[in-house]
């Protein structure tokens, strides 16, 4: 079964600065699909942003983008010039390609607090 | 707006009574999952259908039951709620061959 972790319960970071989320994961498939989801206090699961394994190139949205180490099985989550807006839970979670298998398996989550 | 729709939004219940957790989807997804969110323990999943008339156990099944049995609903039924059932309830959906599930809002459930 895949497993995956976030070993940073807690983060904060200035506003305007810079700030990396950690993730690392167990599998054994080749293939599959990595994501981070950000939960804001209104509770909505929001994807943020989304790997394909077989691809070599880090996914990036706007100010969001990911450090994807396959061999390390790594992956995390880069968020520049903080806002205020970006304070929330964010997870990190794994999704099997394999038919009929798909369904998230995530980590426990990371508290990020921005520091206006 | 299309979506994913959980009703309730909050619930409070005695040990010891039942109530259903509705999800409706509206996007045609073939798959639907039910996960519960506690503090420090991420989101775990309780079920999930893979099309209509079917269902599986996720990582936490015990004391919750599951039906589709139409395609957009998928219900999650605690018979004898128990205290450590308090949580909040996700439902979300997927197309089939697809990977960027769509989230409800939440059920926060508290047993007392």
């Known amino acids: 079964a895949q497993t995956v972790t976030q070993s940073q319960p807690e983060m904060s970071v200035q506003e305007a600065e810079t700030v990396t989320l950690s993730c690392t994961y167990d599998?054994?498939?080749?293939?599959?699909?990595l994501f981070w989801y950000k939960q804001p206090p209104s509770r909505q699961m929001i994807l943020v942003i989304r790997?394909?394994?077989?691809?070599?190139q880090n996914a990036t949205e706007n100010r969001f983008s990911v450090n994807f180490q396959k061999a390390a099985k790594s992956f995390s989550l880069k968020i520049s010039d903080s806002q205020l807006g970006d304070a929330a839970m964010y997870f990190c979670?794994?999704?099997?390609?394999?038919?009929?298998?798909?369904?998230?398996?995530f980590g426990t989550g990371t508290r990020l607090t921005i520091i206006p | 707006n299309a979506g994913v729709t959980q009703t309730p939004k909050f619930r409070v219940l005695k040990t010891g009574q039942s109530m259903t957790l509705l999800c409706a989807q509206d996007?045609?997804?073939?798959?639907m999952y039910w996960y519960r969110q506690d503090p420090g323990m991420g989101l775990r999943l309780i079920h999930y259908?893979?099309?209509?008339?079917?269902?599986a156990k996720g990582e936490v099944p015990d004391g919750y039951n599951v039906s589709r049995l139409k395609k957009q609903n998928f219900l999650l039924g605690l018979e004898s709620a128990a205290p450590s059932q308090t949580s909040v309830y996700f439902c979300?959906?997927?197309?089939?061959?697809?990977?960027?599930?769509?989230f409800g809002s939440g059920t926060r459930l508290t047993v007392v």
């Open positions: 979670a794994y999704d099997s390609p394999l038919f009929g298998n798909e369904k998230l398996t």
């Open positions: 599998t054994s498939e080749s293939d599959y699909y």
């Open positions: 790997q394909e394994a077989y691809k070599q």
């Open positions: 996007m045609n997804h073939e798959y």
């Open positions: 259908s893979v099309g209509e008339g079917t269902t």
């Open positions: 979300a959906s997927v197309e089939q061959g697809r990977h960027g599930y769509t």
